[in-house]
């Protein structure tokens, strides 16, 4: 294969999997087909096994493509004078809230992989995701906790509570409580900085 073919190869396998990020995160691992992937793409369907032996194969590299993307926000955002509340801020707004394709994979891509089998590779790079998320976020406490139990067992509720008001706000957006779950949640946790 020449080298021009090689990159074509690459580009086109990392167009599926960004369009398959996005997609899973819109309408979950049932609402979409091998076909609307590669669609969304740009790509014929019969062009997908060149890059995928199935598409579990893929619903497990689109899922560490997603949870990578999600950890060098927070690393960039770490890099921020005050993390904490510009992340509180970002995450419980309405447009994270609307915008599911580009929003947070813990939060689109929960239920798919509680679903998963076990030994599924969507399971498995959603757990690995999930501890690097933590990770990240634990970092962006303060400086004097980092490291500590406390720090983590912080992260962690920071994450578990801002998903969990995300996905309730998903859940109900269009009606007023949508907002409210944003601005209650978002008002809580900024209390507890």
Known sequence: MSRASQ???????EQVVTATSELLRERGAAGMSVGDVMSSAGLTHGGFYKH?????????????????????????????????????TDYLSKTHRDTPGTGCVNTGLAADAARAGADSPMRQAYAEGLSAAIEQITELHDPATRGQDEARRRGIEYLATMVGALTLARASAGAPISDEILKTVHTALTNRL
Do not use: C, I, Y
Request: charged share 25%; net charge negative.
């Open 7 to 13: 990159a074509d190869a690459a580009k086109h396998r």
């Open 52 to 88: 995928f032996g199935s598409k579990d194969e893929l619903l497990g590299v689109a899922t560490a493509a997603a949870f990578a993307e999600l950890v060098d926000s927070l690393v960039r955002l770490n890099q921020t004078t005050d993390p904490l509340p510009g992340l509180l």
